[in-house]
């Protein structure tokens, strides 16, 4: 066998292997997690309308959820989009950081 067609076999093998290990850890009990990077909706929770007003606008859902960012970051976050045009009350603006620390804060390690 050729060089080229070893590289290709073993490229494919590698493929085979990240495909097989990412269908096992997507397998399990069926329920979404709360941390999926392609998150389609946020979650459930006092601040998910807000989340969709103002995060929705300008961006995807799964970019704001994957985010896993501390209180200060999400704060600093929120005052960088209002600087942009958001709009929020105060009590807006605290319930929408509480919101994004509560489902999408620092992930445990």
Not at 2 to 16: E, H, N, Q, Y
Not at 95 to 107: E, S
Request: hydrophobic share 40%; proline share 3%.
């Amino acid at each position: 066998m050729s060089s080229r067609r070893v590289r290709i076999a073993a490229a494919l093998a590698v493929l085979a292997t990240v495909a097989a290990v990412l269908a096992a850890s997507s397998a399990g009990d069926g329920k979404a997690s709360r941390r999926s990077a392609y998150a389609k909706e946020f979650a459930a929770g006092e601040g998910k309308a807000l989340a969709e007003s103002y995060c929705q606008t300008c961006h995807s859902v799964s970019l704001t959820t994957q985010q896993a960012k501390d209180s200060a970051g999400w704060e600093k976050t929120i005052g960088q989009m209002e600087k942009w045009g958001i709009k929020p009350t105060p009590a807006e603006h605290d319930t929408l950081r509480r919101y994004l620390l509560a489902h999408y804060g620092p992930r445990a390690r």
